[in-house]
């Protein structure tokens, strides 16, 4: 059974940086899809970041394109998302998913199939 396991959240100025990491087990990281959503107060949880098992290509929301990147690092079976400049409206409860494919990460209607999820990581950013 896929476990995974979020870090790296914290409070930060607007403007700052902050790296978030997900760990992987379970079973064989190379064969799956790696997504980073959030989930902010009042507000649905959506998908901000995602890269497929062959690490080829990245999907990025347009809020955050450009700001973040996410990378896949399979020696370590993990991902990562790089947060630079950070603004007050990227606070949210950030996690970590796993899936087949990476359609399940940025379709919205398939988001109902993602079945492994990390605990979450609280980020906040101050004004």
């Known amino acids: 059974q896929v476990q995974l396991v979020e870090s790296g959240g914290g409070l930060v100025q607007a403007g700052g940086s902050l790296r978030l990491s997900c760990t992987f087990s379970?079973?064989?990281?190379?064969?799956?899809?790696m997504g980073w959503f959030r989930q902010a107060p009042g507000k649905e949880r959506e998908v901000v970041a995602a890269?497929?098992?062959?690490?080829?290509?990245?999907y990025y929301a347009e809020s955050v394109r450009g700001r973040f990147t996410i990378s896949r690092h399979d020696a370590n079976n993990s991902v990562s998302l790089q947060m630079n400049s950070l603004k007050y409206e990227d606070t949210a409860v950030y996690y970590c998913a796993a899936a087949t494919s990476l359609v399940f990460m940025v379709v919205r209607t398939q988001n109902q199939y993602l079945k492994f999820w990390g605990q979450g990581t609280l980020v906040t950013v101050s004004s």
């Open positions: 379970g079973d064989t990281f190379s064969s799956y899809a």
């Open positions: 890269i497929p098992a062959s690490g080829t290509t990245t």
